[in-house]
């Protein structure tokens, strides 16, 4: 279901979102500012499952780097020893 809805422009933007229309990117000025729109959508969602991501993160136990790469260096050689690398 659509709803219609009036928005202003700067003259800049009618002109550039008109020339989407124009060169075939979008059927219309409705459907390209709608693009827009879903573009801002995904870009907050994303946004906010990072930030859930790095508090996540930062709740948890910290490692040092040292210890990290000494953790992951003595994964990948078992995953070496199981594949008999």
């Known amino acids: 279901m659509s709803v219609k809805a009036s928005i202003s422009l700067t003259e800049a933007q ?6 989407l229309v124009q060169v075939g990117r979008f059927p219309s000025v409705s459907a390209a500012l709608q693009h827009g729109v879903e573009l801002m959508r995904q870009e907050s969602e994303q946004a906010e499952a990072l930030r859930q991501l790095l508090d996540a993160r930062r709740a948890g136990a910290f490692v040092a780097l040292d210890e990290g790469r000494a953790g992951t260096e003595a994964m990948i050689a078992r995953k070496r020893a199981e594949r008999g690398l």
């Open 14 to 19: 009618d002109a550039y979102v008109r020339s």
